[in-house]
């Protein structure tokens, strides 16, 4: 009989999964049949993807006729990736509307209300307009790559290399992929087309300038490089995407009309979620106001010393792959005792310098994530944690006796400075997630306000620690490596 049941249960599971699949096809056809339909956009795309192909043949063989004459034809060569490149990324550009005025413009045509009250869900409707709005870019972009590479191979007779073919497939898929999640983002919560291509600069802009960077790694040639750079923007669409889902909302998209800056009504909830831990002011209790942002804050810390760990192990594993490394030769350098790393440790550093640095540090990388939608918080104890244990395993390589000053060098301060920083640092993840987080029944606003809170909280509780660990790394750490290296070095 259990198993009767089960198989019942996963009949069910399949039917809903099919009842599913079927509303967000349904709303991904009448989308990409009104994208179709459309003329005025699909004429420009079409002319766009026969002409421009040719358009950037054309200059690359001029570059090359041109370079040829000073005896440069490899560097001419070498700028066909970059023509590749922009040969995809124009269509996105043009391709953006289509994103842009996903929801927003089906608003001001007054054709959203019966698309809102159709029996599918918000994640159904969200997923059937994005891949809608997002295979007519993307198919564009790909097929005007291919048609420039098959050119350039008739004209050429040289196929190109599979590495740069493969790279370019996935650079310009992301760059989709990225660019209408965000635009999807801005549609959601724009209340007009004309504001909604405004903000599609704070789109366009940055990847603009990442394409130029990317351009030049193909250049080089440097695809490890490359490899990187789309894991990163691998990691934006998926937070993108994360986003649009998140603050996907139907009922605010009907009720919704203009929201005006209420700087005040921010200023009030503020304060009463720095002074109660609440934006609506309800009354809590004082020793809630110190424990509620450390437990609320409890996820992002777990991932952030999970983090930390993974880089730790991480460069230390991969060290040694630098080689061996001279020891006597480095030793001899040291001097008896240590001496010249002992002149090099007698700086004049103070506590209050390390402190500054320190808390700048802080404020700094609590920007770069909020920035980043908290990729720079997530990875930075990645490269710093890294960094330490790719230095302790050089160092126990060279000398076990500098590997332990290594870890007095690093551990007294450490034991009080890391949970500090991974304090200020968890309210900054904290904060830059808020806006990855799914439906409330708080405001968003309320949520960012809160996530502000407990964050400035949090580095109020740092900074004693912060204070101290510099006090310790100013006049005890370097007393702890002078003595240990006096003693056990030759």
């Known amino acids: 009989m259990p198993l009767v049941n089960e198989g019942m249960g996963l009949r069910d599971l399949g039917k809903r999964g099919q009842r599913w699949l079927r509303g967000a096809w ?24 026969f002409i421009f192909p040719v ?23 070498r700028l066909l990736p970059f023509l590749a490149l922009a040969t995809g990324f124009l269509p996105l550009t043009v391709c953006l509307i289509i994103p842009l005025e996903t929801f ?56 190109p290399e599979p590495a740069l073919v493969l790279s370019l497939y996935g650079i310009l898929s992301l760059h989709a992929v990225v660019m209408v999640a965000g635009a999807i983002v801005i549609s959601t919560q724009s209340h007009s087309v004309r504001g909604a291509n405004l903000l599609a600069s704070f789109i366009i802009l940055p990847l603009s300038m990442l394409l130029v960077f990317e351009s030049s790694l193909l250049f080089w040639g440097s695809y490890r490089m490359l490899v990187i750079i789309l894991c990163i923007l691998l990691a934006y669409a998926v937070l993108l995407v994360r986003m649009g889902i998140a603050l996907f909302n139907r009922e605010q998209l009907l009720s919704a009309e ?53 880089g730790f192990a991480l460069g230390w594993s991969l060290t040694p792959g630098i080689g061996s490394l001279p020891a006597e030769a480095i030793l001899e350098r040291l001097g008896p005792g240590g001496q010249n790393l002992s002149r090099s440790l007698a700086l004049p550093l103070t506590a209050w310098g390390i402190f500054i640095h320190n808390l700048r540090a802080v404020l700094v990388n609590t920007l770069l994530g909020a920035l980043s939608l908290g990729l720079w918080v997530a990875f930075y ?9 790719m230095l302790l395993r050089m160092l126990f390589t060279i000398d076990p006796s500098l590997g332990m000053a290594g870890i007095l060098a690093v551990l ?3 034991l009080v400075e890391l949970p500090a920083v991974g304090l200020a640092f968890a309210g900054a993840l904290r904060l830059s997630l808020t806006l990855l987080t799914p439906p409330h029944p708080r405001s968003l606003r309320d949520r960012l306000l809160l996530a502000l809170a407990d964050w400035i909280k949090l580095l109020g509780l740092a900074i004693p620690p912060l204070l101290l660990a510099a006090w310790i790394e100013a006049h005890v750490t370097p007393h702890l490596v002078l003595g240990w290296l006096a003693a056990r070095l030759p």
């Open 258 to 310: 203009f929201d005006t800056l209420d700087l005040r009504g921010m200023a009030r909830g503020f304060w009463r979620a720095l002074r109660t831990g609440d934006p609506d002011g309800l009354p809590r209790s004082g020793w809630d106001g110190l424990w509620g942002p450390i437990r609320r804050s409890g996820g992002a810390l777990a991932t952030l010393a999970l983090l930390g760990l993974m």
């Open 381 to 389: 104890p990645v490269g710093l944690m890294g960094f330490i244990g």
């Open 55 to 77: 358009l950037a043949l054309l200059s690359a063989e001029a570059a090359t006729r041109y370079m040829a004459q000073f005896g440069a034809q490899l560097v001419a060569e």
């Open 412 to 414: 007294p301060h450490g």
């Open 26 to 49: 349904v709303i991904f056809r009448r989308d990409l049949l009104d994208i179709l339909r459309d003329w005025r956009l699909v004429s420009p795309l079409a002319l766009l993807l």
């Open 104 to 159: 927003v413009g089906e608003k001001e045509r007054r054709t959203l209300e019966p698309l809102l009250a159709a029996p599918v869900s918000d994640l159904q409707l969200y997923v059937g307009k994005g891949l809608a709005a997002l295979i007519v870019p993307t198919a564009t972009s790909l097929l005007g790559v291919t048609l420039y590479l098959l050119i350039l191979i008739a004209r050429r007779a040289l196929p």
